[in-house]
Structures are given as structure tokens and as C-alpha cells.
Nanobody
Framework: QVQLVESGGGLVQAGGSLRLSCAPS????????AGWFRQAPGKEREFVASISRSGGNTDYADSVKGRFTISRDNAKNTVYLQMNSLKPEDTAVYYC?????????????????????WGQGTQVTVSS
């Protein structure tokens, strides 16, 4: 059922950094647009960042602009989320997702319902 796998989560102090990775569990993943979302207990899953199929275009939620960077290495079929200057409010389960439908080289959608494949999530906890 699960086609994408996230890794790299963990516990970090405020101001620290983590890098999340997202890779397919098999050989079926192609160059889809991709996104990162996060969900804290009792809250809706929210958009964090997205990247186009080529990696040439990116989009970020206002809450993470200037702190997080999304990137991809298509040769390795891997998408990354570099998270710097982490804050306690960044604490959540982080999910990666793949979007097969954007036009041309558009970024993945900010709407979580547009994504076709999801990972199981990785926990990020930021302590103060």
C-alpha cells in the first residue's frame, strides 16, 4: 500500500536542523511533482513545500520560507526537505507525497487532496 518512505525525523533542540528524505519503496516512482506536508495532533494536515518534476520550481508555505528548503535528486529518486532554524511549532509528523497531474513543470499543489501517493510519515520533535 505504502509507495513512499520518509526518513530523517527525530528530536532536535530549537534552532537546530534536520534533513528529511523521501524515496519510493519500489522501482515504480517516476519524476512526479512532490510535496511535503505536516500534521500535529488535533490539527489538519498542512502544506509545507513542493517541487516540480525537474526540481526547477519550488513553493513554500509562509511559515517556513527562509528556513526550509525542498530539493530533489531525480537520479536517486529522492526528495529532500532541509529544515533549519527549527522552532517548537514545527513539531509534527511530516509526510511526503507525489503529484502526477501538474501542468508542464509546475510545482506540486498546496492542496493535499491533489496528491496521488503518500508516505507513512516521520516524526519531527523540536524541544525548547
Amino acid at each position: 500500500q505504502v509507495q513512499l518512505v520518509e526518513s530523517g525525523g527525530g528530536l532536535v533542540q530549537a534552532g537546530g536542523s534536520l534533513r528529511l528524505s523521501c524515496a519510493p519503496s519500489g522501482r515504480t516512482f517516476t519524476s512526479y511533482a512532490a510535496g511535503w506536508f505536516r500534521q500535529a495532533p488535533g490539527k489538519e494536515r498542512e502544506f509545507v513545500a513542493s517541487i516540480s518534476r525537474s526540481g526547477g520550481n519550488t513553493d513554500y508555505a509562509d511559515s517556513v520560507k527562509g528556513r526550509f528548503t525542498i530539493s530533489r535528486d531525480n537520479a536517486k529518486n529522492t526528495v529532500y526537505l532541509q529544515m533549519n532554524s527549527l522552532k517548537p511549532e514545527d513539531t509534527a509528523v511530516y509526510y511526503c507525497a507525489a503529484d502526477k497531474s501538474p501542468f508542464l513543470d509546475s510545482t506540486g499543489s498546496r492542496n493535499r487532496y491533489r496528491y496521488d501517493f503518500w508516505g507513512q510519515g516521520t516524526q519531527v520533535t523540536v524541544s525548547s
